[in-house]
Every structure is written in structure tokens, then in C-alpha cells.
């Protein structure tokens, strides 16, 4: 056996850029793409609603921007949970060129002209850092899943990334400029502070019972009853989504835990590489799977 990889992170994930569409501006999702202010504001509005609760609301006029979550307003150092969503709204309206649409986040409409409308279309946009500048200022990095217009119609251009700077304007949120391009954050190179790294294989008696156990998870040609805890609260798959699964790598943390990473192949031939964190336990008819995990286990005491 080999030692296990880490959970890939955020980082991960984001450095991987789209495929390149091949479809012409037809099969962009329509709320992607400016067709009228009407319906763009609607979409703002329920997008808002979905990040930030039935507090947060919208207005169509410049001068003012978006309430600050009261639920978090109060309490030192936090983030109030609009901010992010703020930001990456913020990004969508910028990128989808309308000026009239900006004025809703800034303090005073911007001066955009020189702009090309519908140059860009975003498929999802996401807040993945937030930087606190001083109290009531935050700094806040977006990713977003940008379409350019090329002459063959919309065409994956991959991540962009954009830095906001969102101000708590008397109970308001309001972003302080335009946003601002920058480069992709560092690769990450190891576990989040507050996550555990994982260490070596673990002994071959839980090696081989992993192994079996996402076999008869992903495949369905061993019964999963063999292989875990009698409360049946694991099940397999169904129907099964690989014909086979190699696991690649394993690795233990310090509660017993094991890091499994698995190849599956599909039907037609594809691989999935995954992931998978376990929770073994002796039972008195032998050694079990207890708990599909959520991921490595937390270090106690937060960041230290």
C-alpha cells in the first residue's frame, strides 16, 4: 500500500478550468446571458434571498446597496453572511455589462461606457476568501466560471478571479470600486490548518476491509451487510454507478480513520478518481465499517 493523499481542497478544484464549450450562445443558461433589466433584477433578488435569508433585499436605486445580517452584525471579527453573496453578485452584474445594474452596489454609478455589453456571461460565481481589512471592511476574493463571445458563440474561457472591497455602510452593505482582476490564489500544498494530515497506510486487516466495503458500495457485486455495522445505516448504491473500483491509496489518521482513494470505472469506460474517509470499528463478530465520514477528522482546538 501506498501512504494517502490529502483531500483535495478548494484550491484544487478551482485551479481546473472548464472544457471549452462547442455550442453556439443558444445553449448558454439564459440566466447568464442580459436579455432585459426586468428579469435580471428578479434573478438578483431571489439569488440575494437564497444567500442572505428573507433580510436581504435589493433596491433599484444607485445610492443605496444591500441591509448587513443582523444575526451577525453584532458579534466581534464576524462575517456578516451577506458579504459573500454580495461580492459575487457584485462580479455577475460587472461582467454582464450593465451600468444601471452596478449602481445597485456602489455609492455612485460607474462610468462603464467604454465597456463591450455581452461580452461575457458567467456561468456561477463564488466567494472562496475573505479578508477582513478593519472593522466593517472586508476584502473579498470571487472565482468566476466565465463565457467569452467569440465568433462561434459563447465559449468556456475558464476562472477568472476578482477582488471586491465591501464597506458596512451604516447597517448597509456597499462595495468601495469596480472590481478589481487579479491572479489565481497559490495551489494549496497541504491540509487546511484546522484539518488533520493524514499519515500511513493503515494495517492490512483495515486495508482489506476498506477495500471490499467501497467495493460493495460503488458496485454492487459484494453485500454490503459483510462488510458494516448491523444498524444497516450504510448502504450501497443503487443502481450501481461502476462496473469496477481500484483503490489507489490509503492513509490513517491519528482516531483510526482511513483516507481511502479509489479509481472507478463506469460502464462506458470512464474513470472517477475518489474519495472516500472511514470509520472502522471491532464489534463482536469482527472488524466493520462504522461511518462514511465527511471528510478528515477537525484538530482539536481549531487552528493551532
Known amino acids: ?14 485551479e481546473a478550468a472548464p472544457p471549452r464549450l462547442k455550442s453556439a450562445p443558444d445553449a448558454v443558461p439564459t440566466h447568464t446571458v442580459k436579455k432585459s433589466r426586468a428579469p435580471w433584477i428578479v434573478s438578483l433578488v431571489a439569488l440575494l434571498v437564497a444567500v442572505g435569508g428573507a433580510g436581504y433585499w435589493l433596491t433599484t436605486r444607485g445610492a443605496e446597496s444591500v441591509p448587513v445580517d443582523v444575526a451577525t452584525a453584532d458579534v466581534p471579527g464576524a462575517v456578516p453572511s451577506g458579504v459573500s453573496g454580495f461580492a459575487e453578485l457584485f462580479v455577475i452584474a460587472y461582467l454582464d455589462g450593465g451600468d444601471q445594474d452596478l449602481a445597485t452596489f456602489l455609492p455612485a454609478a460607474p462610468v462603464v461606457e467604454a465597456m463591450t455589453p455581452g461580452a461575457h456571461a458567467v456561468r456561477h460565481a463564488s466567494a472562496i476568501e475573505i479578508e477582513a481589512v478593519s472593522d466593517g471592511y472586508w476584502a473579498v476574493t ?19 478571479y476578482f477582488r471586491i472591497g465591501v464597506v458596512d455602510d451604516g447597517g448597509r452593505l456597499v ?39 467501497l467495493e460493495a458500495l460503488l458496485t454492487g457485486e459484494r453485500d454490503m451487510s459483510r462488510y458494516t455495522a448491523a444498524d444497516g445505516s450504510i448502504v450501497a ?27 472507478a470505472q463506469a460502464p462506458n469506460g470512464a474513470i472517477d478518481t475518489l474519495q472516500y474517509v472511514v470509520r472502522t470499528e471491532e464489534t463482536g463478530s469482527g472488524l466493520v465499517v462504522a461511518e462514511l465520514m465527511a471528510g478528515p477528522p477537525k484538530i482539536d482546538g481549531g487552528h493551532e
Do not use: H, K, W
Open 1 to 14: 500500500m501506498t501512504m494517502g493523499r490529502p483531500v483535495a481542497d478548494l484550491d484544487d478544484f478551482l
Open 237 to 263: 448504491i443503487r443502481p450501481a454507478p461502476y462496473a469496477a473500483i481500484a483503490v489507489t491509496a490509503l492513509g490513517q489518521y491519528g482516531n483510526g480513520s482511513v483516507l481511502a482513494t479509489v479509481d
Open 142 to 160: 470571487v472565482a468566476a466560471d466565465v463565457l467569452d463571445l467569440e465568433q462561434a458563440g459563447y465559449l468556456a474561457a475558464g476562472l477568472s
Open 175 to 213: 462595495a468601495t470600486a469596480l472590481p478589481s482582476r487579479v491572479a489565481a490564489p497559490p495551489a494549496r500544498t497541504a491540509p487546511p490548518r484546522s484539518i488533520e494530515a493524514v499519515g500511513n497506510a493503515p494495517a492490512a486487516p483495515v486495508a482489506a476491509l476498506v477495500g471490499d466495503f
